[in-house]
């Protein structure tokens, strides 16, 4: 069973506009929550990640929000720039294992220039 | 820095083979982890390593062993592949396992098991 889920398998968007990736997950375990890119061809890399005590994390054109109690959480990209085209990936690590991460199944997401 | 390597990179076994994959990071990490990738199933764990002599089973850990050399290695072996185990492998490593620090990858192993 999915514990972390990402529903949209892609996503276009206009150069300099905003990108949404969404998240959901199950487990009220998780205490940690990543974003990865991955280009084809490449392993992932990491992109953000925010502690279950924060609600939104930022760095620079990225910025990921975290709803608790929905368990759910998006990374908006403002503004979406054609190199950032890549399958982006949620992962989530369970507190009480310390080592376990959790990922998504990927959104694509395309910036068309 | 070569990062996080993998070899192979493209493997294709018969049902029943065996084979190692090899990883291997120069980053003084002491975490490592195995990972398979698959259509429509995303990453899943198959097994981790959070520092030199210690193994975990992951999410997905059966049909599979995995050797942690000393701290820059971490192999992963198949003692008699099936189809089911065709799949892209990832290996990974993370400077302190305790702490959710990000995970650096390596390219990927291809494997395809006829």
């Known amino acids: 069973d999915q514990q972390v889920k990402q529903n949209s398998p892609s996503l276009s968007v206009q150069e300099g506009r905003i990108s949404i990736l969404n998240c959901d997950y199950t487990?009220?375990?998780?205490?940690?929550f990543l974003w990865y890119k991955k280009y084809p061809a490449e392993g992932p890399t990491f992109l953000i990640s925010i502690s279950s005590i924060k609600d939104k994390n930022e760095d620079g054109r990225f910025t990921v929000f975290l709803n608790k109690s929905a368990k759910h959480l998006s990374l908006h990209i403002v503004p979406s720039q054609p190199g950032d085209s890549a399958v982006y990936f949620c992962?989530?690590?369970?507190?009480?294992?310390?080592?376990?991460?959790?990922f998504g199944t990927g959104t694509s997401l395309t910036v068309i220039p | 820095n070569a990062g996080v390597t993998q070899t192979p990179k493209f493997q294709v076994l018969k049902t029943g083979q065996s084979m190692t994959l090899q990883c291997a990071q120069d980053m003084n990490h002491n975490s490592m982890y195995w990972y398979r990738q698959d259509p429509g199933m995303g990453l899943r764990l198959i097994y981790y390593?959070?520092?030199?002599?210690?193994?975990d089973k992951g999410e997905v850990p059966n049909g599979y062993n995995v050797s942690r050399l000393n701290k820059r290695e971490f192999s992963l072996r198949l003692e008699s592949a099936a189809p089911s185990q065709t799949s892209v492998y990832f290996c990974?490593?993370?400077?302190?396992?305790?702490?959710?620090?990000?995970?650096?990858f390596g390219p990927g192993t291809r494997l395809t098991v006829l």
């Open positions: 487990n009220s375990m998780f205490d940690y």
């Open positions: 992962a989530a690590r369970e507190s009480n294992t310390g080592n376990q991460f959790y």
């Open positions: 990974a490593s993370s400077l302190q396992g305790g702490i959710p620090n990000e995970q650096f």
């Open positions: 390593s959070a520092s030199e002599g210690t193994t």
